[in-house]
């Protein structure tokens, strides 16, 4: 009897230890002259991102969450912004290879909950095709991989427009 319960602890034990959780933050400048590319969907503005790739706010910052999960170190270390095959580079590739470095460590995604912070355009109908393309690249359904978006009620940089911000928290699995 006690022998079976200790087994049933471990059972657990070894069960809860095979996800990890990880959260990503990432924010960019937005300014004239540059596209703006939000979870891999280019969205009309007159402002995008500016940064070394294609400067994907909302990519950047689900890469960060995955790297962080499987304790992979940050996108930073993996896609230096200083180097010149990564310049302009979509972050859909940069997606496509964090997924490919945590699934080497033995690691699926479970699911994806997000928030892009910005105080225009409003990109409430963005979000279906976002996770559409995040949850083919991730390898699993939409119904996984939330997306939510804020103003900051014109607050600080964000809220004069002068800066996009994102968050991503994923739960993996070991497979
Ligand atoms: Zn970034």
Request: aromatic content about 0%; charged content about 25%.
């Given at each position: 009897m006690k022998r079976s319960a200790n087994t049933g602890t471990l059972f657990l034990f070894r069960n809860s230890m095979s996800f990890r959780i990880g959260f990503g933050i990432d924010f960019h400048q937005l300014v004239a002259g540059r596209d703006l590319w939000i979870g891999g969907v280019k969205i009309p503005h007159e402002k995008g991102s500016l940064g070394?790739?294609?400067?994907d706010v909302l990519l950047h910052a689900i890469c960060d969450a995955l790297l962080g999960a499987a304790c992979l170190g940050d996108i930073g270390i993996h896609f230096p912004d200083t180097a010149a095959e990564y310049k302009d580079i979509d972050s859909k590739i940069l997606l496509e290879k964090t997924v490919s470095l945590i699934k080497k460590e033995n690691y699926s995604v479970v699911n994806i909950d997000s928030t892009v912070c910005l105080e225009e355009p409003r990109i409430k109908t963005f979000t279906k095709q976002m996770q559409q393309i995040i949850a083919e690249i991730a390898g699993i359904g939409v119904n996984h991989i939330s997306i939510k978006a804020t103003t900051t009620e014109q607050m600080g940089f964000i809220g004069r427009g002068e800066g996009i911000a994102a968050y991503a928290t994923v739960l993996l699995i070991r497979n």
């Open positions: 070394h790739s294609d400067a």
